[in-house]
């Protein structure tokens, strides 16, 4: 398990290094000079070659990438170039609201797309799994952008003008300064997301449990004479888990999407909307930023979902 | 009383090409401490049965009785079947590999099997699990009841099995095809670590197979099954020596024979498929001794005085065995009672149909 452990995480860190070179040759190499656009489009050459010299890129491209990589390593990604502010202090004080909304979607989506498959798969076909399966199809049809809107129009518009207690349409509270409000902004949010995502579950649980429930030890795990909860639980599930773990690893990685429109429609500051304004921006050093904090959390996760595997399977763990 | 008597059991599946009786009119019964071989080619309702005995099979129609120890087991609660599972009646399966769920420890299945019936601690159902495991032949088993199945070879899965199986000391086990997925020589010794326990415990064994030659060495009497019914039951040295039907006699036939160059001779055909079954005797379309009556369905009759050996065939009681006199008076009673003279069943049924 350890060396299992020290593989993995190697791996992890090359596939970031290989990260730090693409972003740097995407961003610094290959498009049009860097100078020029932050020089402004009026610049004289001479200024131009004065940015060009602050900026280091004067110098030869390996060792600006060294330079670069030493900088990433310190944690300096860099100033905005509107803000003037750090791109790490920018990132750090967006991160919390993105965490949070989504651990909080994570959890709710994880949760109802499993409890919704593990029931349709206990009696396929039935009412139960012909409903839980439209609802969940229903919801993964919908734009993000449509159920955002939807959710606000009625948990806070509509709740708000018929003088009913409603929940709050947008920002974000810190966890650390008022749990309370904290949990109320973030419900909208975290419904919003986990509706959408719930049904690649309920699916994925479905179909993984009627393959495991067809199984031979699970004819054995009845003819021992345990009972139906801890044959389907306790010896299904723990097999069907497999497939929705890889695919919760993948839906984090993916989440951006999602994420940015949630954040844009509940008006929450988190990185999806600092993404968005950066790019409108063209705000290179924040761009750059969340581009490397981003596949940095894909490289994370992967290497947690992997470490669950080894959990999950003994045959993984051992070999 | 017997142990278990099952009488007249039928199991329906409702499948999308319709209604499919796995299993139809079965009797059998089964005495405390004997073995039953039950035999029969793939699709011939063994497990159907035995698992609908259980109350494992899932979506059927069930008619009939299986008394065990003078309880109906088709009319129990969830729950009291539960308590007979496993405590009572125990099963092992033909791939031990499967059988076994691959996450969790040898040992802590068997600990989890005892534990469900029983109240005792988990360090006293672990010491249990090791006397089981050493006394179904498995070395150093203080050490191999941490590791996983797939740590296991294919025997040792299946010792394990029955170690499990034999965990509380059940009155009958149902071992399903138990060695079929072996080399031969692990079957061997599978199938003597069954017998042990049985002499140790005093365990009755139903014993599945479709291997006649399995059932040989250790059953005390035989059921053979033909497309859901029982065609031939019988005492063991009967069945060897003095079957009535022509499917058992096939069967036999079709055993490698070891000592002579012998040729093996497989009935010919397959079986018929269950949603379409032929009219009368289901083993018309491959019994070489078919006659005009066969049309009509033999019910499983007694052939000797003492009705203890019963077949399901229309050919006179009194022809029993594979030697050549037997032979000739079937062919001639074939004969006698068909228009159409003797052939293989499939030649005289396509003349007979053109
Ligand atoms: N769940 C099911 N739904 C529909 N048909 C089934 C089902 N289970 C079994 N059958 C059918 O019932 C018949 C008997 O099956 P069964 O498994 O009892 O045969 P078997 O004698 O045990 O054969 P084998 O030697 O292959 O194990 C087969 O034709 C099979 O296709
Ligand atoms: S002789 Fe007739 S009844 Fe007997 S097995 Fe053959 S077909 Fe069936
Ligand atoms: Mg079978």
Same mark, same amino acid.
């Given at each position: 398990? $350890?060396?299992?452990?020290?593989?993995?995480?190697?791996?992890?860190?090359?596939?970031? #290094?290989?990260?730090?070179?693409?972003?740097?040759?995407?961003?610094?190499? $290959?498009?049009?000079?860097?100078?020029?656009?932050?020089?402004?489009?009026? $610049?004289?050459?001479?200024?131009?070659?004065?940015?060009?010299?602050? !900026?280091?890129?004067?110098?030869?491209?390996?060792?600006?990438? #060294?330079?670069?990589?030493?900088?990433? !390593?310190? /944690?300096?990604?860099?100033?905005?170039?509107?803000?003037?502010?750090?791109?790490?202090?920018?990132?750090?004080?967006? !991160?919390p609201a993105t965490l949070s909304i989504?651990? /909080?979607?994570?959890?709710? #989506?994880?949760?109802?797309?499993?409890?919704?498959?593990?029931?349709?798969?206990?009696?396929?076909?039935? !009412?139960?799994?012909?409903?839980?399966?439209?609802?969940?199809?229903?919801?993964?049809?919908?734009?993000?952008? =449509?159920?955002?809107?939807?959710?606000?129009?009625?948990?806070?518009?509509?709740?708000?003008?018929?003088?009913?207690?409603?929940?709050?349409?947008?920002?974000?509270?810190?966890?650390?300064?008022d749990p309370y409000q904290w949990f109320v902004h973030m419900i909208l949010p975290w419904i919003t997301l986990a509706l959408l995502l719930a049904a690649t579950y309920t699916r994925l649980t479905r179909n993984s449990m009627l393959d495991v429930l067809s199984e031979d030890y699970i004819r054995t795990a009845r003819s021992k004479g345990l009972g139906e909860g801890r044959v389907v639980m306790r010896h299904g599930l723990r097999s069907a888990l497999t497939p929705i773990v890889t695919q919760f690893g993948i839906d984090l990685g993916t989440l951006v999407g999602n994420? =940015?429109?949630?954040?844009?429609?509940?008006?929450?500051?988190?990185?999806?909307?600092?993404?968005?304004?950066?790019?409108?921006?063209?705000?290179?050093?924040?761009?750059?930023?969340?581009?490397?904090?981003?596949?940095?959390? =894909?490289? =994370?996760m992967n290497i947690i979902v992997d470490i669950a595997y080894a959990v999950l399977d003994p045959r993984v763990r051992l070999n | 009383m017997s142990l278990l008597e099952v009488s007249d059991l039928s199991v329906t599946f409702s499948?999308?090409?319709?209604?499919?009786?796995?299993?139809?009119?079965?009797? @059998?019964?089964?005495?405390?401490?004997?073995?039953?071989?039950?035999?029969g080619e793939s699709g011939s309702g063994k497990s159907v049965a035995t698992q609908t005995i259980m109350g494992l099979t899932q979506n059927v129609r069930i008619t009939g009785t299986a008394l065990f120890e003078g309880v109906d087991l088709l009319t129990l609660s969830r729950s009291e079947l539960r308590k007979v599972r496993g405590s009572q009646i125990a099963m092992i399966f033909q791939d031990p590999l499967s059988s076994l769920h691959p996450f969790y420890r040898v040992g802590w299945q068997i600990v989890e099997m005892i534990r469900e019936h029983e109240d005792v601690s988990k360090d006293a159902a672990r010491a249990r699990a090791i006397d089981l495991l050493r006394s179904v032949g498995i070395s150093q088993p203080d050490v191999r009841i941490d590791?996983?199945?797939? &740590? @296991?070879?294919?025997?040792?899965? &299946?010792?394990a099995m029955i170690a499990m199986a034999m965990a509380l000391n059940p009155k009958i086990l149902i071992a399903d095809e138990p060695t079929t997925a072996l080399d031969v020589t692990v079957q061997a010794q599978v199938l003597e670590v069954m017998e042990r326990m049985q002499q140790e415990f005093g365990t009755a064994i139903i014993l599945i197979t479709h291997d006649l030659g399995v059932v040989a060495d250790i059953a005390d009497d035989v059921l053979v099954m033909y497309a859901g019914r029982a065609v031939e039951t019988a005492d063991r040295r009967t069945t060897f020596y003095e079957q009535h039907h022509?499917?058992?006699?096939?069967?036999?036939?079709?055993? +490698?024979?070891?000592?002579?160059?012998?040729?093996?001779?497989?009935?010919?055909?397959? +079986?018929?498929?269950?949603?379409?079954?032929?009219?009368?005797?289901? @083993?018309?379309?491959?019994? +070489?001794?078919?006659?005009?009556?066969?049309?009509?369905?033999?019910?499983?009759?007694?052939i000797d005085d003492a009705g203890l050996h019963r077949s399901a065939c229309?050919?006179?009681?009194?022809?029993?065995?594979?030697?050549?006199?037997?032979?000739?008076?079937?062919?001639?009673?074939?004969?006698?009672g068909s228009g159409t003279g003797v052939g293989s069943g499939i030649d005289a049924l396509r003349r007979r149909e053109a």
């Open positions: 398990m $350890a060396r299992f452990l020290v593989r993995r995480i190697s791996l992890g860190v090359v596939v970031l #290094w290989i990260i730090t070179i693409l972003v740097f040759v995407m961003f610094f190499v $290959a498009p049009n000079d860097v100078a020029h656009r932050i020089a402004g489009r009026n $610049a004289t050459p001479a200024t131009v070659a004065v940015v060009r010299h602050t !900026l280091g890129l004067d110098k030869p491209v390996t060792t600006q990438y #060294w330079h670069f990589l030493i900088r990433l !390593l310190h /944690g300096n990604l860099g100033q905005s170039y509107f803000t003037q502010q750090s791109v790490s202090s920018l990132l750090s004080s967006r !991160l989504m651990a /909080g979607a994570a959890v709710i #989506w994880m949760l109802l797309g499993v409890t919704n498959g593990v029931i349709s798969a206990i009696r396929p076909r039935s !009412l139960a799994d012909r409903g839980l399966t439209s609802f969940a199809l229903f919801f993964y049809s919908l734009p993000t952008f =449509v159920l955002g809107l939807a959710m606000l129009n009625i948990f806070f518009y509509q709740l708000h003008t018929h003088g009913i207690p409603n929940l709050p349409g947008s920002g974000y509270v810190p966890l650390t300064q994420l =940015v429109v949630t954040e844009k429609v509940f008006g929450i500051s988190g990185v999806g909307a600092l993404a968005v304004d950066s790019i409108t921006n063209g705000d290179l050093p924040v761009i750059i930023g969340v581009v490397i904090v981003a596949s940095a959390a =894909v490289v =994370v | 499948t999308p090409d319709g209604l499919l009786e796995a299993v139809r009119g079965l009797s @059998f019964s089964l005495e405390a401490g004997k073995t039953l071989g039950i035999v590791n996983y199945p797939y &740590q @296991f070879s294919g025997g040792m899965r &299946q010792r022509p499917y058992t006699k096939g069967l036999l036939e079709s055993l +490698p024979a070891i000592d002579t160059d012998e040729r093996l001779k497989p009935i010919t055909g397959s +079986p018929p498929s269950l949603l379409r079954l032929p009219a009368g005797c289901s @083993f018309r379309p491959r019994c +070489p001794y078919v006659m005009d009556r066969c049309a009509e369905e033999p019910p499983l009759r007694p229309w050919l006179p009681t009194d022809v029993t065995g594979t030697g050549e006199a037997a032979e000739r008076r079937r062919r001639e009673a074939s004969e006698a």
